[in-house]
């Protein structure tokens, strides 16, 4: 496999690779913690400004992963981006969907107006979710 300083051989690289996961097991709920609150004020964001949720989410994920990067003090594990993502989902989704559910059982509010509040919420957590996911992966496009 050819690297930046020459050739080594597959068995070689793949043992360095297991060496470059260095996160300690508090870095999981730390990050957890981290990113799941940072999405919740991000998805009431969202949720007031409606359409607009397309442009806060990248914005919103971009600020998750350099707080988590920051917390975990750059420290790396491949489940530690699945690990962020999921609590921005979460963060982003869950107390909308409960608030939503509190609303619907109210009689005052229809199913119809209930359901639409988590459109955008919704959409945010998925940009949010795949913006945090692709900035600690590293991957870059």
């Known amino acids: 496999v050819l690297t930046p300083v020459g050739y080594v051989c ?38 007031l400004f409606g359409f607009f949720a397309i442009l806060i ?4 994920g971009m600020i998750i992963a350099e707080a988590v990067r920051f917390v975990v003090r750059r420290r790396r594990s491949k489940s530690l981006p699945i690990t962020a993502a ?15 559910t509190f609303a619907m ?5 229809d199913i119809g107006s209930g359901l639409l509040g988590l459109l955008w ?14 900035r600690l992966k590293g991957i870059r496009i």
């Open 10 to 47: 597959r068995e070689c690289m793949k043992s360095q690779q297991k060496v470059f996961d260095n996160a300690a097991w508090y870095d999981f709920p730390l990050a957890m913690i981290l990113a799941g609150g940072i999405s919740y004020v991000g998805s009431l964001a969202a949720g």
């Open 57 to 60: 989410a990248p914005v919103a």
């Open 86 to 100: 999921v609590a921005t989902v979460l963060g982003g989704i869950i107390i909308p969907i409960a608030n939503t």
């Open 105 to 109: 059982l109210n009689y005052y509010v």
């Open 121 to 134: 919420p919704a959409i945010y957590a998925v940009l949010a979710a795949s913006t945090v996911y692709y």
